[in-house]
């Protein structure tokens, strides 16, 4: 029987079968010949990798469990014992948990570079520094990195640009376009984009970061399932529609929060009055994603009666579904950061995060006018 699927079917197997000796020897010889072993490669999670490598142009990928374990991977492709990294102060929560808790263990230590700072390394450069991992754009507050600015400032000083793409997504933004050495993304937003997978990718510039790339994902055992690496293929397909329209209802409801009483502040790169709208409109073309933030009163009441009477965005504290949500930085994302650090980023009580989907956009508005009233 010729079978012919146009949708590569599911390889939910852990191992693959070898006729000879032969066989098993062209496996070693010759890379990515065959398959082995699951934990070392599979039809479905290298289909995502590659999808994911193309968008971004890159010279190689991987898939991973999850978005943490891709920054996990981006950083070890990099560093040892012994070596120091940059990390811009506006960064997810759960990235400097990794610095902080974990790397430090084995000798790698962080030095974290307020925003304004990030063009000016040359105070924060160690000779053991390595790298600086920044994002596209920040979490929570939504701040725009200028990325071949940053890319030329590190590398004049020999260092790696990692960037966090996950907000931008490649739709918006391909950061090894400009500069960058690797770009990773937190696969279980945008990319797979219905909130039914955890997944990651790290995709890199050069043929010989992408090798140590695969070899830390598979010593490591970060590989990604068969199962999730196919409905992240799958969600990846409509990516482009999706952004837009993220895009487009983020953009309205930014406006419509930019003119309410019971609003203090808005942030959102589309507003013109954002600091960083001209870089974010060059490098997204047009387009500034569906992630926003605004401040409520620093009142913990005022901001739980709003979460208890909206209707359309529930309190999930993730991001980039089909179907909008909101989170609360303060309490999820950066509950571990010290007041002070807190302070400093300006993640205070009153700040709501929102993740825009992609509903008939009246609709949303009217549900945040009704909560916010």
């Known amino acids: 029987m010729d079978i012919r699927p146009k949708i590569t079917p599911i390889y939910q197997t852990s191992v693959f079968k070898f006729q000879d000796l032969t066989e098993l020897e062209t496996y070693f010889q010759e890379p990515g010949s065959s398959y082995m072993y699951s934990r070392n490669g599979n039809p479905n999670s290298d289909e995502l990798a590659e999808a994911v490598n193309k968008l971004e142009g890159g010279a190689g990928a991987v898939a991973t469990g999850s978005g943490m374990a891709t920054i996990f991977a981006a950083l ?5 014992a012994g070596d120091h990294v940059l990390c811009a102060a506006d960064i997810y929560g759960g990235s400097s948990a990794l610095l902080n808790a974990e790397l430090s263990r084995v000798g790698i230590t962080v030095t974290y570079v307020p925003f304004e700072q990030l063009y000016n390394l040359g105070q924060f450069v160690q000779p053991t520094t ?6 596209t ?6 701040r725009v990195a200028d990325l071949r600015r940053l890319a030329d400032e590190c590398h004049r000083h020999d260092l790696k640009l990692v960037v966090d793409n996950t907000f931008a997504s490649p ?3 391909k950061p090894l376009d400009l500069g960058a050495d690797i770009t990773l993304h937190s696969v279980t937003k ?3 984009g219905h909130s039914d ?3 990651g990718v790290t995709v890199a510039a050069d043929a010989e970061t992408a090798a140590r790339l695969r070899q830390i994902t598979m010593i490591y055992g970060l590989t990604l399932s068969p199962m999730e690496s196919w409905l992240a293929v799958r969600g990846l397909k409509t990516l482009r529609l999706r952004v837009r329209e993220h895009s487009h209802n983020a953009l309205a409801i930014a406006k419509m929060l930019q003119q309410h009483p019971a609003v203090r502040a808005v942030y959102y790169p589309g507003l013109p009055q954002h600091e960083q709208h001209a870089v974010a409109s060059e490098q997204g073309h047009g387009l500034f994603g569906g992630m926003l933030s605004f401040k409520l009163d620093d009142d913990p009441e005022a901001v739980s009666d709003f979460m208890r009477r909206v209707k359309r965005f529930p309190f999930a504290p993730s991001l980039a579904g089909v179907d909008s949500s909101l989170s609360y930085p303060l309490g999820t994302s950066h509950r571990n950061l010290t007041p002070e650090q807190q302070e400093t980023l300006g993640i205070s ?6 993740s825009v989907g992609i509903e008939p956009v009246e609709e949303l508005i009217a549900d945040l006018e009704q909560a916010l009233s």
């Open 137 to 142: 754009i920040s979490n929570p507050l939504l």
């Open 197 to 199: 997978v955890t997944a």
């Open 190 to 192: 945008y990319i797979s």
């Open 130 to 135: 390595r790298l600086l991992l920044a994002e």
């Open 349 to 354: 009580v009153g700040l709501v995060r929102l």
């Open 171 to 173: 739709i918006l933004t």
């Open 76 to 80: 070890m492709a990099y560093c040892r």
